[in-house]
């Protein structure tokens, strides 16, 4: 028979925040305080599988968080429990706001919708948000977010998705575009990735020129203790090559945009540019009018005084209408006369 | 001690005899009512006394095995069927007795496979009563046949302005190619919606078509709806304008009589792997006086009359739409599948499935907040063996998912290649049961329980 492991130890810890919130009794029986007491039936081995397999990354190389969950669902044997655990990582993860679930926020090749969101904090440490409407899937995405958050970069790179056999719960780890699991961690890398080489390359220039990379940003200062509906995905540092003629071409969305931040910001340079044919085929740009994705470039004495993302979320506010009728993301560049003076 | 995780319901787990689990005996055997046959019993059963599903099953080997520890339950027929073992002979004997390239052999060999590849297509128009076996082209699959409609009849008979109608709950196979085309033809694509049924209306169909109505494109069967359309009316009134019609034949070629000379089709595709045949080959019948008419599709060997540097002439339909060396075991393959189907007799497997189908939707009916798409069975509607549904708060993925995990079940969860459907009712997804004539009825019992269980193990979480 197959008994659980409990100690209370393991799901209280500080590591673990999530699990201060402690459900009513009678709907967890695996975290009722019920006057029972379980032991350990000692497996076979820690990990059956290392054994057969001369692949498998090596559990001090996980980042200390996932090696506490995976030790948990090693020790829960009982499918059925497995889940009801995994549901409850996804029931304690914190929603994501709707503006954030985007195309380049979303996961492909699950079946249910998921979304992932990364960002730094100020010691350069990834930090995960995710969502979904299926529970299984926003179970496993939230077993990935406490897992991974909060790590270096480079931590989570070496993560191999090998880790997912170790929990037992029968993921398939086939690479194909159908496999959920394997795409949320592989999205959550990349992004990983992205905010290292943003972070990396400092302040302004990136000049990598990749408009996927609109879900990353970097902001360095006092970033964490601004509330998530600041760090809009679809927003990057990085100056573009400039447009001469910026308002070539624009259409009404593009001249509303380009209107509205003359007249509250008076720039002294602004430059509006429809990337959005850069973006077809996307699923969320199709319906939509067609101008979805923009660069700004906006130079204004508004800014002074404002950190980057305090100038960000001023243009978001001043944009709010168009982004609630389709305008899907903006790369913003937003510097005052003095910055462009000295560079 | 495993406690209960809702009031008054216990959880079993069958699967797991090592845990405990309170199972009282007797409940266990209603609930688990299979009635065990042997091979031999099947074939020494008189008629009548046993179902269909219990006669034929023996017949398919991979029904009979266990998946996550629970017997496999297969309820994902539209997706694919089972494959008999007199189908895997037959492919098995062409590969080792007389496996030799087609039509362009002298000999034995040659001859055999060429006489085999042939006498399969005459199967195939002889099961939907084609007038001649030349009517029938063999394709990859229905996609492929619509494909080639499209690109072969539709470039050369669409202008601007013309009218395609089809409706909302179409395949993307019907869909795709269509636009395509349309749009290379400046042809206008029109979309029928369903009425307050949830089948395609047939009133706004009648009154969409017009002089300019060239081609309607129609689903005998929906995958996701259940629903049969009057495929012999839309004929008629297509007819009255000079518009052609092509009917997707997937769900319904492989559960009921199809004659396409009754329904009076132009154009009919359907796929052998939904029919107890292999993949990689589907059929589109078309009327011998259009296919005379239509360019070819794909070029290369086969198809062609002469090959000069600068031109090249082309052979007659089918011929003249089947290049390169096609899929000749494949095709054996479909043919045997035919062979078997006919065996048993079509009427007899759709008098079947319909029982199935209305106890199906009887016993999902009983289940909590659940909601299934298509028409309500009654004595004019009839439904095909299949159900999409949504159990309110739980997304189709996890009640798939756990079927599968803890059931053994097997039905699909997703948009069923029905995205624009999807939308229009308003959802991102749905689950789908769909079955076959080798299921039983226990088979929907096992997954009415089953999805019972894993109702209330999502609900108790919540």
């Not at chain 2, 792997?273 to 259009?290: A, V």
């Not at chain 2, 009654?378 to 063996?385: C, K, V």
Request: proline share 5%.
């Amino acid at each position: 028979m197959a008994l659980y492991s409990f100690s209370s130890a393991r799901f209280c810890t500080s590591k673990f925040p999530i699990c201060f919130h402690i459900p009513k009794p009678s709907k967890f029986p695996f975290f009722s305080n019920r006057s029972i007491s379980f032991q350990k039936v000692p497996t076979k081995s820690p990990l059956p599988l290392q054994s057969s397999s001369t692949q498998l990354q090596p559990m001090e190389e996980f980042p200390p968080k996932l090696q506490e969950i995976i030790k948990l669902f090693q020790s829960v044997e009982e499918p059925k429990a497995k889940y009801e655990q995994l549901m409850f990582y996804g029931k304690n993860l914190n929603p994501l706001d709707t503006q954030l679930k985007n195309k380049e926020n979303k996961v492909e090749g699950c079946v249910s919708q998921v979304w992932v969101r990364a960002y730094l904090d100020e010691d350069k440490n990834v930090f995960y948000q995710a969502d979904s409407d299926s529970v299984l899937t926003k179970g496993l995405a939230a077993l990935l977010v406490n897992g991974l958050s909060g790590r270096p970069a480079k931590e989570i790179l070496r993560v191999s998705p090998d880790f997912a056999v170790l929990l037992g719960l029968q993921q398939s780890l086939t690479p194909s575009r159908n496999n959920g699991f394997l795409n949320m961690l592989k999205l959550m890398q990349r992004k990983a990735l992205e905010l290292l080489i943003e972070a990396e390359k400092g302040n302004g220039s990136s000049g990598n020129g990749q408009i996927e990379n609109d879900n990353s940003e970097k902001p360095v200062e006092n970033s964490n203790s601004d509330s998530k509906v600041d760090e809009n995905s679809g927003v990057r540092f990085g100056s573009r090559k400039s447009n001469e003629d910026s308002s070539n071409g624009l259409g009404g969305r593009g001249m509303r945009i380009k209107e509205k931040l003359e007249r509250e910001l008076s720039p002294i340079e602004l430059e509006v540019e429809d990337v959005s044919y850069q973006h077809a085929g996307h699923a969320g740009v199709r319906g939509s009018d067609g101008e979805t994705h923009f660069n700004v470039r906006i130079v204004s004495k508004e800014f002074e005084g404002k950190s980057l993302v305090k100038r960000h979320r001023l243009i978001y506010g001043l944009l709010d209408e168009e982004l609630q009728t389709g305008l899907h993301a903006l790369s913003i560049v937003a510097k005052t006369p003095s910055e462009v003076e000295a560079n | 001690m495993r406690k209960t995780m809702t009031e008054g319901v216990v959880v079993n787990l069958p699967s797991f005899p090592f845990l405990f689990h309170t199972v009282s005996p007797s409940s266990s055997n209603c609930r688990l009512g299979f009635r065990r046959f042997s091979a031999s019993l099947s074939t020494a059963v008189k008629e009548g006394s046993v179902s269909l599903g219990h006669s034929t099953r023996p017949d398919f080997p991979i029904l009979h095995q266990e998946v996550n520890g629970s017997k496999l339950v297969y309820l994902d027929n539209a997706a694919t069927s089972q494959k008999p073992t007199a189908v895997l002979r037959a492919l098995q004997n062409y590969y080792e007795a007389y496996n030799s390239n087609v039509h362009r052999g002298i000999h034995y060999l040659s001859a055999k496979a060429t006489d085999e590849y042939e006498l399969a297509r005459k199967k195939v128009a002889t099961f939907i009563n084609a007038s001649d076996s030349t009517e029938i082209v063999f394709t990859r699959n229905a996609t492929e046949a619509i494909n080639l409609v499209a690109y072969s009849w539709g470039l050369s008979n669409l202008k601007p302005g013309d009218e395609i109608i089809l409706t909302i709950a179409e395949h993307p196979s019907a869909i795709v190619p269509w636009q395509i085309v349309a749009q290379k033809t400046g042809a206008i694509l029109k979309f029928v919606n369903l009425d307050e049924n949830e089948v395609p209306d047939m009133e706004e169909l009648k009154e969409m078509i017009s002089e300019r109505t060239k081609l309607l494109v129609v689903q005998h069967v929906s995958n996701v709806l259940g629903s049969v359309l009057p495929i012999e009316d839309i004929v008629i009134w297509a007819h009255t304008v000079g518009a052609k019609v092509l009917v997707d034949a997937c769900q319904s070629v492989p559960h009921m009589v199809v004659d396409v000379q009754d329904l009076d089709a132009d154009f009919l595709v359907a796929s052998s792997h939904k029919m107890c045949g292999p993949t990689g080959i589907g059929f589109l019948f078309g009327k011998s006086n259009l296919l005379l008419t239509m360019p070819p599709f794909l070029g290369g060997g086969e198809m062609i009359s002469d090959v000069f540097l600068d031109h090249s002439t082309y052979a007659e339909p089918p011929s003249r739409f089947e290049a390169g060396t096609p899929a000749i075991g494949e095709a054996i393959g479909l043919g045997a599948a035919i062979d078997y189907l006919s065996g048993i007799g079509m009427q007899k497997i759709h008098d079947y499935e319909m029982e199935l189908a209305n106890y199906l939707y009887e016993k999902l009916c009983s289940a909590p907040n659940i909601r299934i798409y298509g028409p309500k069975p009654s004595d004019n509607i009839h439904r095909a063996a299949l159900c999409s549904f949504n159990v309110e708060n739980i997304h189709p993925t996890d009640l798939a998912t756990f079927l599968d995990q803890q059931h053994g079940v097997a039905i699909r969860s997703g948009h069923h290649c029905a995205q624009p459907l999807h939308r229009h009712l308003g959802v991102n997804a749905s689950a789908r049961a769909s079955l076959y004539f080798y299921n039983t009825k226990e088979d929907v019992v096992e997954f009415i329980r089953s999805l019972n269980d894993t109702v209330s193990f999502f609900y108790a979480f919540k």
